[in-house]
T-cell receptor, first 113, second 114 residues
Framework: DGGITQSPKYLFRKEGQNVTLSCEQN?????MYWYRQDPGQGLRLIYY???????QKGDIAEGYSVSREKKESFPLTVTSAQKNPTAFYLC????????????FGPGTRLTVL | AQSVTQLGSHVSVSEGALVLLRCNYS??????LFWYVQYPNQGLQLLLK??????LVKGINGFEAEFKKSETSFHLTKPSAHMSDAAEYFC????????????FGAGTILRVKS
């Protein structure tokens, strides 16, 4: 089955620790995205990548980092510089950056203890 | 800058009643418009989208939406609500200046009463 997988589903982190969220897709999509979801705020774009070895900051990139070394993988690292990291994180992909439809993974809920 | 406003963070309807979820957008040019549904602790699933052509768009699960340029609206409707429709719904608009990146509304939680 083609799709997007995110792991883990739930993640707990102590303050001051970096943590990496996994996102993998086997849809052969060029573009990938990371969103953060907070109650009552919808989804906000953290980073996006239009093609391998390229990525751009979204609206709330501070305290986050990404890499795109492989087409199918777009991991997100939440660093200790992110002041309020507790949230639901969603990864998405689309055929290309100009494509009109994004496909979403099941999400990772990160809680900072 | 493009933005999306969803009126009503919570909407409650009785089973069998009409569902109406409101979405207004601001955009300098006609955008692409989307409605997504999210069930608890899951990702988003596309319900329907408007890109060009017919302004009344039909989607999955009996939902439809009408693009009204004069009102800058894209309201989501379903004639008869079902218990399984209870979820959070997001309206989104593409961001032309960033290669069609999506801007999301804050979401509307739909509750269906039996």
């Amino acid at each position: 089955d083609g799709g997007i997988t995110q792991s883990p589903k739930y993640l707990f982190r102590k303050e001051g620790q970096n943590v990496t969220l996994s996102c993998e897709q086997n849809l052969n999509h060029d573009a990938m995205y990371w969103y953060r979801q907070d109650p009552g705020q919808g989804l906000r774009l953290i980073y996006y990548s239009q093609i391998v070895n390229d990525f751009q900051k979204g609206d709330i990139a501070e305290g986050y980092s990404v890499s795109r070394e492989k087409k199918e993988s777009f991991p997100l690292t939440v660093t200790s510089a992110q002041k309020n990291p507790t949230a639901f994180y969603l990864c998405a992909s689309s055929i290309s950056a100009g494509s009109d439809e994004q496909f979403f993974g099941p999400g990772t809920r990160l809680t900072v203890l | 800058a493009q933005s999306v406003t969803q009126l009503g963070s919570h909407v409650s309807v009785s089973e069998g009643a009409l569902v109406l979820l409101r979405c207004n957008y601001s955009s300098s040019v006609p955008p692409y418009l989307f409605w997504y549904v999210q069930y608890p602790n899951q990702g988003l699933q596309l319900l329907l989208k408007y890109t060009t052509g017919a302004t009344l768009v039909k989607g999955i699960n009996g939902f439809e939406a009408e693009f009204k340029k004069s009102e800058t609206s894209f309201h989501l409707t379903k004639p008869s609500a079902h218990m399984s429709d209870a979820a959070e719904y997001f309206c989104a608009v593409s961001r032309m200046e960033y290669g069609n990146k999506l801007v999301f509304g804050a979401g509307t939680i739909l509750r269906v009463k039996s």
